[in-house]
């Protein structure tokens, strides 16, 4: 078990610190350890300066910092302070890069709804433009003309409102099944990675609304 204290430079030698990495000494208060256990996950490092109180945390810029207290008389606010500053962290490597390859495999799955949807109404009007002209008396009067090539023009937009979204999914499918297929895998591993323990919970719970509407756009979709 590594007991090491690391010098990250900017605070002197003599001065412990303490990386993400090693093991760091205990908390007495069991809310201040939940605060430095999850700082810790963050990539947070931990400075001990005799007479400054219990300690003070850095996060992984040194650009957030916060102090820990050793009780106090209203021991718990700090500690969720410390919490918050710590899941609000905008430098913290862990937490972001998950929030960012979650947001992306969920901005490529909405991608491939509308691309898929684009695909269901280019079909749909297509199929009505067929059924119009297979009805021969119809096509004879112009207003049917009319609507015949409104038809057709509305699917060619549809058609090119696919092909956009495929492009910036980065991914091309024939047919509105297999892009849907693919948009709820990406929602699945979505689903998957917000099990990890630790993400701030306010990104959480919007990636998993989010993640939740594409889910039962995909269900619409197929069922329609
Ligand atoms: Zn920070």
Redesign the pocket.
Known sequence: MRTACTSLGRSGDDVPEFAPTDKWPRHPKPWWRDALDMARDYGWSLTQIKGHGWGHIY??????DYPIYSSGTAPEGPAKTARRKVER????TVAAESVSHIEALLTKAERLIDAADALSLKNKLERRAELLDAADDLVSQSAAWDEFGLLLAQAEDAEQEAAAAFAAAGERHDAQAGALDAADGQVRSARDALQRPRLPSGEVKRLKGWADELRARIVAARSA
């Open positions: 996060c992984p810029a040194r650009s957030c962290c905008p430098h913290g």
